[in-house]
């Protein structure tokens, strides 16, 4: 099992920062950390949830459209944490914010979530 707990949510007023971190825990099923791709999604009130960005296990990154140039994804594979530096903040970034992390193996998926936290971009 992999626990994820993400931190740093909340209020910023339109054009702010805000960074989001994601702890990992737990065996992570036997495999290390970094064979993880580390992954941010939000949810907004009545939308699905969308994708927003992918760390892959391979250090290829790559963002949703809505967020590219504005939203940074990293990780730290020692610490075994991903973050989300989200600058330039609209309104429409308003969700909560949840990590990811997924390895498939075969025909398995080893799939996790955290609880998620909220960020909330208004005036």
């Known amino acids: 099992q992999l626990q994820l707990a993400e931190s740093g949510g909340g209020l910023v007023q339109p054009g702010g920062s805000l960074r989001l971190s994601c702890a990992a825990s737990?065996?992570?099923?036997?495999?290390?950390?970094?064979?993880?791709?580390m992954g941010w999604y939000r949810q907004a009130p009545g939308n699905v949830r969308e994708w927003v960005a992918s760390?892959?296990?391979?250090?290829?990154?790559v963002y949703a459209d809505s967020v590219k140039g504005r939203f940074t994804i990293s990780r730290d594979n020692a610490k075994k944490m991903v973050f989300l530096q989200m600058n330039d903040m609209k309104p429409e970034d308003t969700a909560v914010y949840s990590c990811?992390?997924?390895?498939?193996?075969?025909?398995?998926?080893?799939?996790?979530w955290g609880q998620g936290t909220q960020v909330t971009v208004s005036s």
């Open positions: 990811n992390a997924i390895y498939r193996r075969g025909e398995v998926d080893y799939d996790y």
């Open positions: 737990g065996s992570g099923s036997g495999f290390p950390f970094n064979f993880y791709t």
């Open positions: 760390f892959f296990s391979g250090g290829a990154i």
